[in-house]
């Protein structure tokens, strides 16, 4: 399951169906395929968006406990309304995933004001409404639109699907893997540098420099240096407090540092900045690189501490002020 808590921008007009397809992919932060989404309504309004989750769509044998589930999991969001959007090539004819959505949404008191299905989300992809209206279209480029240059501004990138985002985190070349792997197990700690956290503060402050430069180049000194920086649990920790301060977490070189060393180091190594990259996401409200990074870190470090206290947050899932304050000591 994906869920993304809505950060800027969370109102939208829904003056037309077609505005809500086209959001879906911006708010996920990547093109849906084969998937129900939900999407939580509220505000003055009724119109702020507030939790969004998608799943593949489940045989039919499964409809029910995976509908139930999510919508379970939509009303920790505590939401005034709903709308529905079914995505796949058939997602026309998949109105008992609608039936089911609809019935569990009204047994929590949840009003269903919108449903709607899609082929898919790319630009001239078909979509319609489900019901008497009848409503239908194509769509117009979702990155093109108004909402989608708001949440550039915020921050958000909108990738081409889950396996776009899952790349992020994969290791790219297993020679130079294995290699580092060796190298560290011969000198997991770089003699040549000296072991205090200012030094190995430095060190991380140079590579997020570069990054945020362009300059992200991870070469065996660097990864060997990096990964014995964020080994130390203060430094990391002091590394997480730094992303949790930002107005924009991660914008600064973070992810893409955290990310490129997700690709660049060996197990266990890879978990520290594959915590780390969920943490910014999660602080801007971006559950699917969140859950990617996440399965990375659990992956790289089965029942690594801080991969599975972010797992929480992001099954609950948390807001990201509610995770900010919690992480600066400043929550309840």
Do not use: K, Q, Y
Not at 267 to 286: F, N, Y
């Amino acid at each position: 399951m994906t869920s993304t808590p809505a950060t800027a921008p969370t109102l939208l007009r829904l003056g037309h169906p077609a505005d809500l397809v086209a959001a879906v992919p911006v708010v996920l932060g990547f093109r849906p395929r084969e998937s129900l989404v939900l999407v939580a309504t509220g505000g003055p309004s009724g119109r702020r968006i507030g939790l969004t989750l998608r799943v593949d769509l489940p045989p039919p044998a499964h409809v029910h406990d995976v509908v139930a589930h999510a919508v379970a999991t939509l009303c920790s969001d505590d939401p005034a309304g709903a709308a529905v959007v079914v995505v796949g090539a058939r997602a026309r004819g998949r109105t008992d995933v609608l039936d089911a959505a609809a019935d569990l949404l009204d047994d929590h008191g949840i009003t269903l004001h919108t449903a709607l299905w899609a082929e898919h989300t790319d630009a001239g992809g078909r979509w319609g409404c489900f019901g008497e209206c009848a409503c239908t279209g194509v769509l117009a480029d979702p990155a093109g639109t108004e909402f989608a240059a708001a949440a550039v501004v915020a921050g958000s990138v909108l990738r081409g699907s889950r396996a776009e985002l899952e790349r992020l985190v994969e290791p790219v070349d297993g020679v130079r893997i294995r290699r580092r792997e060796r190298l560290l197990a011969a000198d997991p700690f770089d003699a040549a540098l000296p072991d205090d956290d200012a030094r190995h503060l430095a060190v991380l402050d140079t590579a997020l420099a570069d990054a945020a430069a362009g300059r992200c180049v991870i070469d065996d000194p660097r990864a060997l240096a990096l990964a014995a920086a964020l080994t130390r649990p203060t430094v990391r920790d002091a590394v997480l407090l730094r992303c949790a301060r930002e107005a924009h977490p991660g914008l600064a070189g973070g992810e893409t540092l955290w990310a490129a060393l997700c690709r660049e180091l060996p197990d266990p190594e890879a978990a520290e900045p594959a915590a780390l990259l969920a943490a910014c996401a999660l602080l801007r409200g971006e559950g699917a690189l969140a859950n990617v990074a996440l399965d990375r870190a659990e992956r790289a470090w089965p029942g690594h501490r801080l991969a599975r206290l972010l797992r929480s947050a992001a099954s609950v899932p948390v807001r990201p002020e509610e995770l900010r304050a919690h992480l600066l000591g400043t929550g309840r």
